[in-house]
């Protein structure tokens, strides 16, 4: 399984092409990454383009076999002070966990299973399933 990490880029066609050929496996994780990230209306917008635009470029691979939401974002935002990124997320720590769902949850993966209900999602890479 090959891993489209959600900090770099989102691959050419050939890449998606190649591996459907070789039988490749690919993780394909959104280009969220290790940050937390605002929830106004604008910016959310933007984000289901992106998201409606990448499912249907990639939906027909067979090579996709997961969609993830984005690189560490939950491990970002810590339970504690000893494990958070950001000081911010510990002060008020409802405030990012309702925006993170605004954007993940509400956001990319309402888009994603609109277009493609077909495949397996992951809220985040690593992820610890309740978020």
Known sequence: T????GGGIYQHDLFY?????KGLMVW???MFACSMYP??????NTVKEEV???VLRLMSHPSIIIWSGNNEN???MGSSTAT????????????YVVDYSYLNTDTVYQTIHEYDPSRPWLP???SNGIL
């Open 2 to 5: 090959v891993r489209n990490w």
């Open 17 to 21: 092409e190649i591996c459907d050929k």
């Open 74 to 76: 939950e491990l970002a």
């Open 124 to 126: 985040s890479s690593p």
């Open 39 to 44: 929830r106004d209306a604008a910016f959310l």
């Open 52 to 54: 409606k635009h990448q």
């Open 28 to 30: 394909e994780e959104f």
């Open 84 to 95: 958070a990124w950001y000081v911010e997320t510990t002060i008020n720590p409802f405030r």
